[in-house]
């Protein structure tokens, strides 16, 4: 006898993670990743959390952060983060923030609060492939959200009717979006806000790149933009899911989620009956930290990553050959690349592997249909600079195997 016949059908949606199976790499020291979208260790501010956990331990506080907790988080914590979304342009209080176990978890209560079966969820074509398996348990269909396309409400409706279910929500990265780097306008932003409106549906904003900003103009969140239309976020569809993962520490799992309380209210029932709450401990060190000079860190961070940045756009330049293409990011972690057609990226990186020893993400993981085979990620925040360029130099080699100079 096997257990396997007494899974849950919706085991039959979920799939491995090719960026965690391709994390092992990591251990490999001839191996230039790009692979995970890792930030830099160097970078953590190990002596900020290692003294804020030593007064978290010390005597008489111990109880506290050692103890259980409410479902909602520590309050100091959401007082800091209601005040910092305050800044980004949301009026809100302390009730409007749950904290999670990183934003990934707040993607997964998300599924489950909102789709039911053979509904639909619109995404990115590709999007965060992490969001498709958080989402995935939940058996949904998708459709392909496009913010300068030109279907209407009505037709993104009927094709859910058709297929069993109704459009519960449409969830993007709006900053520097995993895995294509790509930030939306203003404008793009006010017409997904428009379009949940025709569909009377949610909206689901990713924000976990958003403080990653190295130059351009920043663009207000889809949150602020709909406070701005309604006045109260009691009133906004918007749910903002954040993370300290990306600018702070991504081993201590904090993220919030930011909504109408209304969401809140729900989510930490979700929340009680799943971890009851993310760790005391954790959340008391990184409200401390915070406390202490967020901004500067995220500073240095801006400044570090530029630099890395800069190198892999300048080293594509130079080491890629005709027929590739890829984006060039105001922020974040990734540049996306698109290869001619016909080339599968997967097969390339299993080349590259055996022949260079450079690792990176094919880009079939992020499409909801399995399609973009011909595209690939590449981090730029994990490696260092000498190590972006050998790795672009050994990429393009492999890369004119294939797509010799015209």
């Not at 479902?71 to 809100?92: D, K, N, Q, T």
């Not at 609060?113 to 958080?134: E, Q, R």
């Not at 058996?139 to 009717?161: G, I, K, V």
């Not at 300290?244 to 930490?268: E, H, N, Q, Y």
């Amino acid at each position: 006898m096997s257990v396997d016949q007494f899974f849950a059908s919706r085991m039959g949606r979920m799939k491995a993670s090719e960026i965690r199976e391709l994390l092992k790499l990591l251990d490999q020291p001839d191996v230039i990743s790009f692979a995970g979208g890792i930030p830099d260790p160097a970078l953590f501010p190990a002596a900020a959390f290692r003294d804020a956990m030593a007064r978290a331990l010390a005597d008489g506080q111990a109880g506290v952060s050692l103890q259980y907790s409410t479902s909602e988080g520590y309050p100091p914590l959401r007082r800091w983060i209601a005040a910092h979304m305050r800044e980004l342009g949301v009026e809100c209080g302390e009730d409007n923030i749950l904290i999670t176990s990183g934003s990934q978890q707040a993607l997964d209560y998300l599924g489950k609060l909102f789709l039911s079966p053979g509904d639909t969820a619109l995404v990115g074509w590709p999007t965060y492939l992490g969001a498709l398996g958080a989402f995935n348990a939940y058996e949904p269909n998708y459709d392909r959200l496009d913010p300068n396309s030109n279907r209407t409400a009505a037709d993104f409706a009927a094709q859910a009717e058709a297929e069993g279910g109704r459009v519960k929500f449409a969830y993007l990265s709006p900053d520097f979006a995993n895995p294509t780097g790509v930030t939306l306008t203003k404008a793009e932003r006010e017409n997904v806000l428009q379009m949940a409106r025709d569909l009377d549906c949610t909206v689901i904003e990713d924000a976990a790149y958003q403080s990653l900003r190295y130059d351009g103009d920043s663009v207000p969140p889809i949150l602020a933009l709909e406070m701005q239309q309604q006045g109260d976020i009691d009133a906004c569809r918007t749910i903002y899911c954040g993370s300290f993962s990306k600018t702070l520490s991504p081993g201590l799992r904090i993220g919030w989620v930011c909504a109408a309380k209304s969401v809140i209210d729900k989510m930490v029932l979700l929340k009680q009956a799943g971890d009851l709450h993310t760790p005391t401990l954790n959340q008391i060190a990184v409200a401390e930290v915070v406390a202490d000079g967020f901004d500067d860190h995220v500073d240095t961070l801006r400044n570090a990553y530029r630099v890395k940045r800069d190198r892999m756009l300048a080293a594509l330049e130079r080491h890629m050959p005709d027929g590739v293409d890829w984006t060039r990011p105001e922020g974040g972690m990734f540049v996306w690349m698109t290869l001619p057609k016909g080339l599968d990226a997967a097969e390339l990186l299993a080349e590259a592997l055996r022949s260079v020893r450079v690792a990176f993400v094919p880009g079939a993981a992020f499409y909801a249909d399995g399609s973009g085979r011909n595209t690939l990620r590449l981090n730029f925040s994990s490696p260092g600079p000498e190590q972006i360029e050998e790795g672009i130099t050994r990429l393009g080699q492999v890369l004119r195997k294939h797509l010799p100079e015209t």
